[in-house]
């Protein structure tokens, strides 16, 4: 699988410079909400054609419509700009992300991050790294002392179900973060900086590469309820492996219906506190 990861780190190496040369460039509404700029097309026809030569026999799977190959038992999963409302508006979260799968198993994935110049890589039974140096899951025990994470969809962000889950959870931890790029709060998550991650919604290119990582670093990723992870199945639990269970009764407590904090009465502004 060796020959895998290096040809992807390769692959999201010259995506990223071509990004980095996009950037500033404006953009458009591919739905209600969603964003698709030149960028994400031109990320997307480099990595399908350098995958197409190296491996014409895989299957490709790509976010902006790619498709080739799809009877291959070995099919990549693409996002050639994960954070695309992120990098249209110049917020500086955003990457590209390859994946390969064998029957549904990802066993390689790739999250590069050219702003930072970081690249997450992991190959199924070797372990995950960071610029080539092993990472591993924090050792946080309680999810009371968690730094987590989740994201919300583009469009109809007020009938999605995660917002019930974002304030229940920002009551419990030390904090929930929403940076927009479910593969580098994954790829966070598998080095530590992150305890957990959650999300609803997702594509497999949205995750592949990044539970993969989380797995390799020593953590744990499933379903919403403790099942294992389906990278069709639009929705992830990832985290250091210590808190999951805490994650689990607490997401299915929540699905009960049995909220540990209501939410409270908005409060007067601060200005009318102090002014009367």
């Not at 583009?154 to 999605?160: A, L, W």
């Not at 929930?176 to 790029?181: A, H, I, T």
């Not at 099942?227 to 069709?232: A, T, V, Y």
Request: proline residues 5%.
């Amino acid at each position: 699988m060796g020959n895998y990861v290096d040809a992807a780190i390769e692959i999201a190496r010259e995506a990223g410079q071509l990004l980095l040369a996009h950037c500033g460039v404006g953009f458009e509404l591919k739905g209600d909400f969603d964003l698709v700029t030149a960028a994400d097309r031109a990320s997307e026809q480099l990595v399908i054609k350098r995958l197409s030569e190296k491996f014409p026999g895989h299957g490709i799977v790509a976010e902006e419509g790619g498709r080739a190959e799809m009877q291959s038992e070995l099919r990549w999963y693409v996002d050639p700009l994960d954070g695309t409302t992120n990098f249209a508006h110049g917020y500086p979260m955003w990457n590209v992300t390859l994946a390969l799968a064998l029957r549904n198993e990802v066993v390689a994935g790739v999250v590069y991050d050219p702003l930072n110049r970081e690249l997450f890589a992991a190959e199924r039974g070797a372990g995950a790294r960071l610029n080539g140096a092993p990472i591993h899951v924090s050792k946080t025990p309680k999810l009371s002392d968690s730094l987590v994470a989740t994201g919300f969809p583009s469009r109809k962000r007020h009938q999605n179900v995660n917002i019930h889950f974002y304030y229940q959870l920002a009551m419990v931890t030390h904090g929930v973060r929403r940076g927009g790029s479910a593969a580098i709060d994954l790829a966070y998550t598998a080095c530590g900086r992150l305890e957990a991650f959650w999300e609803f919604g997702l594509n497999p290119w949205d995750m592949a590469a990044g539970t993969l990582l989380v797995e390799e670093a020593g953590g744990r990723v499933s379903g919403m309820a403790g099942e294992p992870l389906d990278i069709q199945g639009r929705y992830v639990v990832a985290d250091n492996g210590r808190i999951h269970g805490e994650l689990l009764d607490l997401f299915g407590a929540i699905f009960r219906g049995e909220y540990q904090y209501d939410m409270p009465p908005l409060p007067a502004p601060e200005w009318e506190l102090q002014h009367g």
